[in-house]
């Protein structure tokens, strides 16, 4: 399975409207959020992007629709999942087809021109994977050794920067099926999607410690509901406490990808 980087890192507001950080604060119950519908938290998805968000042929599930319907349950609102094109999603956002989008979006400063983004919830980017039996336990053990991704990627010149032996595949399964095999020392993968793929394969292999490179995102919401934002940081954070996040995390995707150092909300002046 591979994510698609390019929506997380390049993707533009062609279509936007129209700083200092906020910090945590969750809205009390009596505070408006904003909702388009009262009692009920409305959520842009896509939902066939595992493992955020996919269908198991009667209902919507994943990783992403996992945590916001927590959120959604502590702020005592009922979740309605939105699914709608990539291509569409900010257009139906700006146009109040939905209070959020939840689908996962990279965040940017040009895009916090135009909405809001409550804090990071996932960071991932470019991780190694070896086989369980070896002992690499961070990126630099695996310098000058033989190392595979996916030709024409991102990933292809953070390879030739760790070692002169560099194998191109066309897919992440074909890499990192040769890994199983023996033939590369370590795969270079996207960290969520290699460790979905790891965990739902029940492949014999780990991800190394540490990016190559990374990148945050966040869920963005329109800056007229300043609320909605503070009350979803706040629930998001009592989640990370309380380890709610965690074992929602380890249980869909075998890593916990919170930020270590997350993009806060920027608020208006």
Known sequence: MTLDRRRFGQFTLAAALTTTFGGLRTASAAEDLGLLEPGTLSSATEGTFPPFSYSNGSELQGFELSIIREIAARL??????????????????????????????GITEERQKSVFFCDAWVESGARIAVRNDDAAAITD?????????IVASTFVPLAEALTDDVKLYGSDPE?????????????????????????????????????LD????????????????????????????????????MEQIGIVPIPRDPIRTVFEG
């Open 141 to 149: 053990d695996l310098k000058g050794r033989k190392i595979g991704t």
């Open 214 to 249: 990374s990148y945050q995102m966040g869920w963005a919401v329109t800056k007229a509901r300043p609320n909605l934002v503070r009350a979803i940081n706040g629930a998001l954070s009592e989640m990370v406490t309380d380890g709610t996040y965690a074992r929602i995390a």
């Open 76 to 105: 005592d609102l009922e979740h309605k999942p939105v699914i709608i094109s990539w291509d569409s999603i900010l257009v139906g956002l700006m146009s109040n087809r939905y209070d959020m989008i939840s689908n996962p979006m």
């Open 175 to 211: 890499a990192l099926q040769d890994l199983i095999n023996g033939n590369i020392d370590g795969a270079i993968v996207d960290g969520i999607g290699g460790a979905y793929a790891i965990k739902t394969g029940n492949l014999p292999l780990k991800l190394v410690d540490g990016f």
